[in-house]
């Protein structure tokens, strides 16, 4: 093998490299803006299915004209009262004499959490979204 024969083989898989590197910058910078635009789909579809935001005007007490039933209503009406307060799982579970249902206000939490509708303030401590903490 000459070393001819082996500069031009370095300098080949080095521009392979070179042209690789490119299109991976190429595929980063495509992915943001697929994901940005994810998200902000995300965000619409959140805003206009969300029947939980009270209406201008409205308190919140006037907003629960019953007694919540499922979980998130429960965990939203709790918010709503305290908007102040951060709670964490056992807080609601207590507050609706729940305690063998943890784990579904563990998963509604996940849920209302990503769904934008409360604010998780630390690892299992949430508030409502108009809180000030």
């Given at each position: ?7 031009d083989?370095v ?20 992915r943001a803006?697929?994901?940005?635009r994810?998200q ?15 209406a201008?005007?409205e ?5 629960w004209?019953r ?9 939203l ?12 799982t ?22 209302l ?5 409360i ?13 000030k903490?």
């Amino acid at each position: 093998m000459s070393v001819l024969s082996t500069a031009d083989r370095v300098l080949q898989a080095t521009g392979e490299l070179r042209e690789l590197r490119s299109r991976l910058t190429e595929l980063d910078d495509e992915r943001a803006i697929v994901e940005k635009r994810i998200q902000t789909l995300l965000a619409e579809i959140g805003a206009a299915t969300r029947s939980d935001v009270p209406a201008a005007g409205e308190t919140p007490r006037q907003r629960w004209h019953r007694e919540p039933v499922n979980t998130s209503e429960k965990i939203l009406a709790m918010l709503d009262e305290n908007p102040d307060t951060a709670f964490n799982t056992l807080d609601f579970a207590k507050r609706w004499n729940d305690i063998s249902g943890i784990d579904s206000f563990r998963a509604a939490l996940s849920r209302l959490t990503a769904q934008g509708k409360i604010r998780r303030i630390r690892q299992g401590w949430y508030s409502a979204i108009t809180s000030k903490r």
